[in-house]
């Protein structure tokens, strides 16, 4: 990797991870706190330090005007990517990987030592009840926040996922930020063919170094559900917003509802898997999930990234789809208004754009409930102008999906046969009259 | 107003509302249907015809490869656009203005008859209590399905309730499609200030022919809001799924949240102002609602129609953000992730647009709970890029806010200002706990 701004900048001044440092920007504002280590995929152009509220803040290298270190490091940091506490015998084996975001950040910055949390030791100390319920590998991939999780991440952790169980893991546990969760995990459920374990999305809404923290309780019913007997892509996080127990959603039909509660990841049109409680108790609340089964996991992670997401809204012009079309995007999905429209003055476009070979597929903003672009004469229109209905498909699973399959066909025929397709639970036959708001 | 496409048609065949035809289309497709009228203000290259299974499609007046009169109407239809019948001593006055929508179109395709549902007689016979809750005072101001709807006809519609608030009416109805009431809601909240009685909104999400047509209670409920004593703009509409009662709903800050179900309409982040029964029943929920008063009605509609909403995904560009400023844009509402997040590489794109003098404000798509920019790095750097946190506002209020605060001003400090002023109970100085997926 190429020398960063960052990796210069810390060289130059002779900083190491876990020095506390007092920043003056050249705007005046001072900031004491932490060196934590750069992201590692990130563009560098920030130097991370770890504030005494316990947040990181990122200070744009090129606005310091000038730095001082109140206090070297106690330690040197440890940055191990893998290392394996002694085997258990007896117990299932599961790999935990680290992708960042607030479950992956924890600094002991009282001593001053700064772990990209990851290594078996740190987990130990922070959760020590997973160690009781399997063998576990960490291992870091990368440390971003999930604000800045692309497709391209989305593979890597793919193949990784399918690498540990074709490994003869019994499970994988992916450590995760919640703000794109749900997009990740439609992703995997898409990627990951042949599916014959468990592969479980955890995050936390709170960091570990906070009194209310929901870190412990969602990795200790993420480990357990990666050791169940559901080979699924699933989203464990809590399921009320007490420490009592998860949810197990399917990563299909599961979304962040709310910006701040620790419940807030809600399965849409669909009944949750199961709900998890952290002693192992797991009560399955459907009987038409996968269960464990032989064979290789395939991975087939062939992406378009050219495709993106439009909210219909009062007012909307053509302008933004044409853009799309212009620019050589290969789908959009359409997050129309009820049950699936956009104002009658675009359908031209829309048209335009069919006919020059995008796909455009429709979804509702409702988020609950399914498309039916048969019921009003705009919908017929839309319908008539190629319209590709996802059905009760989350706005979210429809993009990812119509990246996944445009990976796969540029066929319009094909591609509307893949959509209307339910590869992983992503499409409800009909919906349940008990799913709506739970 | 210029001769459409479709009046051409239809004087050249000698076409009346009403007749039951058949129409071949160039594809060899063949409808069977009454004719309707067409929409007063869609662009006129349709024309609609009523099915048997009660649906109207538009039929696309260049497709049309022949056409066949099956039977002539029986009776010229009515179009009276205000009717009043004679008025009961005692009893408060009402003003229904009818917008369109699944409420507002009615036909009797037994006998020919086709109405826009908008005299006083047809709506006596349609849903007949409402007469004996008030004096009705009909009047058709346009007939759009709700997702044609525009900023154009907010006005329109703002102008038209005020000016019967104004001459002495008690409180206004106004009969709107579901796809985006909640956007009118908004709209109207913003554009009507000092407001001194009732203004319901309220919809259908079948339509009065099915038998599980919610439109009578929800029209019944609504007429006894606006004849109580709530001074807000609100949304009425079923509060469950059974026809029990209906919930009054803050016009900022409710949504549609389901394709479907009848009790679709929920208040986001928020209480309802009450629960409403058709029998007149009002059980208020909150006590800080605004109360009738004395004085004008005043009307503020000026708004900027070049704002658009931007939903983030992962592996978005800033493409469209950019595209959008050099359109000219004036405000960009972001539909962020989790807190209120792009990826980190927008933000370059972001500090550009902002710059150049565009308002760009944050939202979350997880729609409950409140954006914060200041819990991490990402959220700090959108911050100091310019952008403006628009507490726990759903996007759709966003939206329509930032047209009207940049309606009267372009200077950025002032439409921070403006944005992160409570104008109509958008924003919830805090958000209750038991609000959540209600």
């Known amino acids: 990797m190429r020398e960063r701004k960052v990796d210069v900048f810390m060289k130059k001044n002779g900083l190491k991870i876990g020095d506390l440092i007092k920043v003056v920007e050249k705007d005046g504002t001072v900031y004491e706190g932490i060196v934590m280590p750069p992201y590692e995929l990130s563009p560098g152009e920030t130097l991370t330090i770890k504030l005494d509220n316990g947040y990181n803040i990122?200070?744009?290298?090129?606005?310091?005007?000038?730095?001082?270190?109140?206090?070297?490091?106690?330690?040197?940091?440890k940055m191990e990517f893998r290392e394996v506490l002694p085997r258990k015998e007896g117990l299932p084996d599961v790999t935990i990987l680290g992708t960042g975001g607030t479950i992956a950040s924890r600094i002991d910055y009282k001593t001053g030592a700064v772990h990209a949390a990851f290594t078996a030791e740190e987990l130990a100390k922070a959760v020590p009840e997973i160690f009781d319920i399997a063998n576990i590998t960490p291992k870091l991939l990368f440390n971003i926040m999930s604000e800045d999780m692309k497709p391209e991440y989305w593979k890597r952790i793919a193949r990784e996922a399918a690498k540990a169980l074709n490994s003869g893991e019994d499970g994988v546990v992916i450590a995760h930020g919640t703000d794109t969760m749900g997009y990740?995990?439609?992703?995997?459920?898409?990627?990951?063919?042949?599916?014959?374990?468990?592969?479980?999305?955890?995050?936390?809404?709170?960091?570990?170094?906070?009194?209310?923290?929901?870190?412990?309780?969602?990795?200790?019913?993420?480990?357990?559900?990666?050791?169940a007997d559901a080979a699924e892509v699933m989203v464990v996080m809590h399921g009320e917003t007490g420490d009592t127990y998860c949810l197990a959603h399917r990563g299909t039909k599961v979304r962040k509802m709310h910006t701040s509660r620790r419940d807030t990841f809600r399965s849409i049109n669909d009944v949750p898997i199961a709900k998890v409680w952290p002693d192992g108790k797991i009560e399955y609340l459907r009987d038409d999930y996968r269960k464990r089964s032989e064979g290789e996991v395939?991975?087939?992670?062939?992406?378009?990234?050219?495709?993106?997401?439009?909210?219909?809204?009062?007012?909307?012009?053509?302008?933004?789809?044409?853009?799309?079309?212009?620019?050589?995007?290969?789908?959009?999905?359409?997050?129309?208004?009820?049950?699936?429209?956009?104002p009658n003055d675009m359908i031209p476009a829309i048209e335009r754009a069919v006919e020059s070979g995008v796909a455009v597929c429709m979804t509702s903003q409702c988020l609950y409930g399914r498309v039916n672009l048969n019921v009003y004469s705009t919908g017929r229109r839309l319908l008539k102008a190629g319209v590709i209905p996802c059905e009760d498909m989350l706005p979210e699973t429809a993009y990812v999906k119509l990246g996944w399959v445009l990976g796969h066909t540029d066929d319009l025929g094909e591609v509307k046969k893949m959509m209307l397709?339910?590869?992983?639970?992503?499409?409800?036959p009909y919906t349940r009259f008990d799913t709506f708001l739970r």
Chains 1, 2 share one sequence.
């Open 421 to 428: 397709t339910n590869y992983a639970g992503e499409i409800t």
């Open 184 to 227: 990740t995990s439609a992703a995997l459920s898409f990627m990951l063919g042949n599916l014959t374990k468990p592969v479980v999305l955890v995050g936390s809404q709170r960091s570990s170094d906070r009194p209310s923290s929901d870190a412990a309780t969602n990795l200790i019913c993420a480990t357990r559900m990666a050791t």
């Open 58 to 77: 990122g200070v744009l290298i090129d606005a310091i005007e000038s730095i001082e270190v109140v206090e070297k490091a106690k330690e040197a940091p």
């Open 298 to 342: 395939e991975v087939d992670d062939r992406f378009e990234e050219r495709v993106a997401i439009l909210k219909i809204y009062p007012g909307i012009t053509s302008e933004l789809l044409e853009f799309l079309v212009d620019k050589g995007y290969k789908g959009i999905v359409l997050e129309g208004t009820g049950l699936g429209h956009t």
